[in-house]
């Protein structure tokens, strides 16, 4: 089993920044691929970025020059750097890891964490 705890979420306003972070513990080995997720309110669950163990990243178009994602494999913590955000990136964020490569694909994500929000203001 891998537990996955994710920090870092908040209130900002338009144009500001935040930084999630989530530590994963267990059986770690599992967390070949890792991810962060989104949800808003009425909406799907929705991939925002991913790295894989070579350090390879993956992002949605809607975040591509904004978000960062990395990874602290030391520590076992993966980060979401997110910047230029705005009201649409509103939602609650999830963390997210699975022991293979595609793990931006919702039904195939073994591992999750209980969620951050992250609420952007005008």
């Known amino acids: 089993q891998v537990q996955l705890v994710e920090s870092g979420g908040g209130s900002v306003q338009a144009g500001g920044s935040l930084r999630l972070s989530c530590a994963a513990f267990?059986?770690?080995?599992?967390?070949?691929?890792m991810a962060w997720f989104r949800q808003a309110p009425g909406k799907e669950r929705e991939g925002v970025a991913s790295?894989?163990?070579?350090?390879?990243?993956s992002y949605t178009d809607s975040v591509k020059g904004r978000f960062t994602i990395s990874k602290d494999n030391a520590k076992n913590t993966l980060y979401l750097q997110m910047d230029s955000l705005n009201l649409e990136d509103t939602a609650m964020y999830y963390c997210?890891?699975?022991?293979?490569?595609?793990?931006?694909?919702?039904?195939?994500?073994?591992?999750w964490g209980q969620g951050t929000q992250v609420t952007v203001s005008s």
């Open positions: 267990g059986h770690t080995w599992n967390t070949y691929c």
């Open positions: 997210a890891a699975a022991p293979h490569p595609k793990c931006l694909v919702v039904g195939t994500v073994p591992y």
């Open positions: 790295v894989i163990s070579d350090g390879s990243t």
